[in-house]
Structures are given as structure tokens and as C-alpha cells.
């Protein structure tokens, strides 16, 4: 089991930038791929961006690609998604995710992860 604690959400203007983290606890995250996805009102719960086991490969939505850039750090059991240029559309949940162990690659399908966090609420004001 891997548990998932987001932070780093808030409140900023059109333009602006933030860094959530995600804090994994139980088993290691080091074998697996992490993602983050987010879920505006109404909306399904939508890819962002995915990182591999090693940090090598990463992918992102068409959406925030040039904006934003995940990363992680094994040894402290951390993902991050670093957002710049925020856009009001950009408004949502974000969630962190993580597949199962021995699952390295990246992928963009939220059926491939098997476990989420609780969120963290990212709103950009214009």
C-alpha cells in the first residue's frame, strides 16, 4: 500500500505560479510511475502530467505542456508538479497518483494508477 498527501494548493492570479508536492508513505514509490491528474466542477478527473520510476521520461497534457514540469525525488518519497503562467482554466483539484509496484513506465489513463491522494484545490483568479 502507498499512501499520497498533496499540498502546495491555493489561491493565485492569472500568471502566477505554484508547487504542489506529494508526500508518499508506505511502500516505496522508487519502482513506479507517479502522475498527477485534476477534476474542475463538473468535470472528469483529467491527465496533467506523468513522470517514470527514474525520473527519465516524463509526459504531459497538451494543455500545460511549456507551463508545467513534474519531478520527483525518491529518496525523500516526493512528486512535485511545479505550475507556471497559471491560467483560470487551470482552476481545479489536483490529485497525485501512483501505480503499482514494478510499474515504471509512464502512462496518461487514470485506470493504470492505484493510488490517489486526497487533492489539493489549485484556484487561478483572472
Known amino acids: 500500500q502507498v499512501q499520497l498527501v498533496e499540498s502546495g494548493g491555493g489561491l493565485v492570479q492569472a500568471g502566477g505560479s505554484l508547487r504542489l508536492s506529494c508526500a508518499a508513505s508506505?511502500?516505496?514509490?522508487?519502482?513506479?510511475?507517479m502522475g498527477w491528474f485534476r477534476q474542475a466542477p463538473g468535470r472528469e478527473r483529467d491527465f496533467v502530467a506523468t513522470?517514470?520510476?527514474?525520473?527519465?521520461?516524463?509526459d504531459y497534457a497538451d494543455s500545460v505542456k511549456g507551463r508545467f514540469t513534474i519531478s520527483r525525488d525518491n529518496a525523500k518519497s516526493m512528486a512535485f508538479l511545479q505550475m507556471n503562467s497559471l491560467k483560470p482554466e487551470d482552476t481545479a483539484v489536483y490529485y497525485c497518483?501512483?501505480?503499482?509496484?514494478?510499474?515504471?513506465?509512464?502512462?496518461?489513463?487514470?485506470?493504470?494508477?492505484?493510488?490517489w491522494g486526497q487533492g489539493t484545490q489549485v484556484t487561478v483568479s483572472s
Open positions: 497518483a501512483a501505480r503499482r509496484q514494478l510499474y515504471p513506465q509512464t502512462t496518461s489513463a487514470n485506470r493504470d494508477y492505484d493510488y
Open positions: 513522470i517514470s520510476s527514474t525520473g527519465s521520461r516524463t
Open positions: 508506505g511502500r516505496t514509490i522508487s519502482n513506479r510511475a
